[in-house]
């Protein structure tokens, strides 16, 4: 990524230019990565055939429909998402685990 945004790196943006590409993901919340890289693939000139995950987590949020393609999950995993205000854990004072995933981040939130 680059300020938020997904980039193709290294000169991948030519080995995509003309291809058909299956866009892999580990697991999906919202979809927003990877309607990102949806578009940076499009950008470069390649055609996303499908998106497959290993777990969605919200398949009301995230498929084929929502990300505009064939898409595949191996396995649904519903897992609740928070806002800051309404998360338990924060009510609790459970402080961020900034060592995995995305809690750096949060932290800084």
């Known amino acids: 990524t680059d300020n938020g945004q997904q980039i193709l790196r290294r000169g991948y943006d030519l080995l995509v230019r003309d291809k ?11 979809g927003g990565s ?10 470069a000139g390649g055609k996303v055939v499908e998106v497959c995950v290993m777990v969605n987590r919200d398949p009301k949020l995230v498929n084929s429909k929502t990300v505009g393609v064939a898409f595949a999950a191996l396995a649904v995993y519903r897992a609740k998402s928070y806002a800051q205000k309404d998360c338990p854990l924060c009510r609790k004072g459970i ?10 981040k949060l932290k800084s939130e």
Do not use: A, Y
């Not at 892999?24 to 919202?30: A, I, R």
């Not at 990877?34 to 950008?43: T, Y």
């Open 20 to 30: 058909n590409v299956l866009v892999l993901e580990d697991s999906t919340t919202t």
């Open 34 to 43: 990877v309607k990102q890289v949806i578009d940076v693939v499009r950008n």
């Open 95 to 104: 402080p961020i685990n900034t060592q995995f995933g995305h809690g750096e």
